[in-house]
Structures are given as C-alpha cells and as structure tokens.
C-alpha cells in the first residue's frame, strides 16, 4: 500500500554526538521531513540534520538562536534515504528543544 502516515516528534536532548529523532522506518519507506523547530538553551552549537549517517544539512548556531525549516515546495524535501533514520548531531552538550513533523512514505 503507497501512502504518506505523518508523525510528530519532541525533541528533548542534551548529550553531544550523535541523536536519533525518527527511527527508521522499514525497507521501502523514506522519511521525509516538513517542519523543525530548534532551540539550543545557552552556548553556541553546531547542529547537524542526518539521513542515517549521511550529512544532509550543518547550521551554526549562535547562544540561544533558534532554528526553524518549513518544508513550502516539494522541491525543497529533506529527504532521508530508503529505510534510514532521521538523526541530529549536536557538536557540543547543550540543550535543545523544539519538535519536528515528518511524513513517511512508501510501502508498510
């Protein structure tokens, strides 16, 4: 069965490394990312948007700089690959909130 099942993530993380916000979500499927919001509490950051291990977007942050990305056009996805989780590395332990909306697509 093709359809999109969209899903809704808090984000609640402060270790540095290496993060999973959406696990995988079976062979054939792609998680495709519509709308993040992020918020480092205090110092700066590095944060990095994966598709499993694979960079798909690095952003400098400044001490308390949020982040927001909307997804408007289908020719702006962030897309992970198929059956790969959705990752965010943070370079240095601060905390950051914010959530995330995806669609999952393909076959389940």
């Known amino acids: 069965m093709n ?3 969209k899903i809704r993530v808090r984000i609640n993380v402060s270790a540095s490394g290496d ?3 959406l696990a995988a979500q079976g062979a054939g499927t792609k998680i495709i990312l519509d709308h ?3 918020f480092p509490s205090g110092g700066a950051n590095v944060l ?3 598709s499993g291990s694979d960079v798909i977007a690095d952003y400098a942050l400044g001490a308390s700089q949020g982040y927001t990305y909307d997804n408007t056009t289908p020719y702006n996805e962030v897309e992970c690959g198929d059956n790969e989780a959705f990752n965010l590395t943070l370079g240095s332990a ?6 995330a909306l995806f669609r999952v697509i393909g076959e389940y």
Not at 94 to 99: E, Q, R, W
Request: glycine fraction near 6%; aromatic fraction near 6%; hydrophobic fraction near 50%.
């Open 36 to 38: 993040i919001n992020l």
């Open 94 to 99: 601060t905390l950051v909130t914010g959530f």
């Open 48 to 50: 990095s948007l994966k």
């Open 19 to 21: 993060l999973a916000v």
């Open 3 to 5: 359809s999109d099942r």
